[in-house]
């Protein structure tokens, strides 16, 4: 009687090991279908930039190393790079990955990344602008909370969830770059490494901030002509609906940016050369 109350324990035993076993695998394999079902649902496509304007003279390289002139109409594709001449303006439209970026005077930026999700508020972007020189000014759309808008330069990497902004790269003789962020509306978290030092500041409407030195107000002259540059953007762009707009919070990370220096505001007033140009 013993001997076959121990084998009726062994087989359930048994029962009950293949039984949570069975479900374990039925869970690990809803699981996987359901990522692979949310992968598919979030597939990345390229993107693209659409020329809307250009003000002077103009020229994009594919990478290749040959410039080509750049023309309204003209659609650039991830990996171009765009570079205006003194007294020279280009509006891009990025359609999913911006709205709108404007190239000012004599700078230089090249469309690293620009892939996208679905459409529309539900959306997910990676938008990915490196200005190696010059001014950028942007109008950027409230993005999903997966989304990411980054904006590199010379010394760090900026990432933006939507407001108006500039930033200006300034090459120094010491071979150093100086980097100026504003906000033109909204409010930016900034946070860099200054000489190995972290150091982070709060950039309100209206604030500019170039790594090293203190937070300083935007001369008002300045803070209007980059207002009437994103104006003159979103109208080029066909996008008049998008400005005004809510301004949410935006954090931007810088790092490093070792042996930049201040020079009295010099990164806007590079933006104010561009207004020149204008």
């Known amino acids: ?18 039984g949570n076993f069975t479900g374990k695998l039925f869970a690990c394999v809803t ?9 598919e649902a979030q597939t990345f496509q390229p993107g693209n930039a659409k020329v809307t304007s250009v003000r002077g003279s103009a020229k994009y390289s594919t990478g290749s190393g040959v410039w080509v002139p750049l023309k309204t109409g003209t659609t650039l594709k991830q990996g171009a790079v765009v570079q205006t001449a003194t007294e020279s303006i280009v509006d891009l439209d990025l359609g999913e990955n911006g709205p709108g970026v404007r190239v000012t005077p004599s700078s230089t930026v090249a469309l690293e990344k620009l892939i996208y999700a679905g ?24 993005l999903a909370k997966a989304s990411k808008y980054e904006i590199k330069t010379p010394n760090g ?4 969830r939507g407001t108006d902004y500039a930033v ?5 003789p010491n071979g150093t770059f100086e980097i100026t962020f504003t906000s033109v509306d909204g409010t ?4 860099a490494l200054v000489n190995t030092n972290p150091q982070t500041v709060v950039l ?11 937070v300083l107000r935007t001369p008002e002259q300045l803070l209007a002509f980059y207002r009437n540059q994103i104006r003159q953007l979103v109208a080029a762009i066909g996008n008049l609906n998008l400005f005004p707009f809510p301004k949410p919070r935006v954090v931007i990370c810088v790092s490093p940016t070792h042996g930049t220096k201040h020079h009295g505001g010099g990164g806007g007033g590079g933006g104010g050369g561009g207004g020149g140009g204008s």
Do not use: C, F, H, Y
Request: hydrophobic share 45%.
């Open 1 to 18: 009687l013993n001997l076959v109350l121990l084998q009726k324990v062994k087989r359930m035993k048994t029962m009950k090991l293949n």
């Open 31 to 39: 699981a996987l279908a359901l990522t692979s079902l949310l992968a």
């Open 119 to 142: 459409q529309g508020a539900n959306g997910v972007i990676e938008t990915r602008l490196d200005v190696k020189d010059g001014t950028i000014i942007g109008n950027v759309k409230k």
């Open 157 to 160: 990497v900026a990432g933006i």
């Open 168 to 172: 200006s790269v300034k090459r120094l």
């Open 188 to 191: 930016l978290v900034v946070a």
């Open 204 to 214: 309100n409407t209206g604030d500019s901030w170039t790594p090293g030195s203190d």
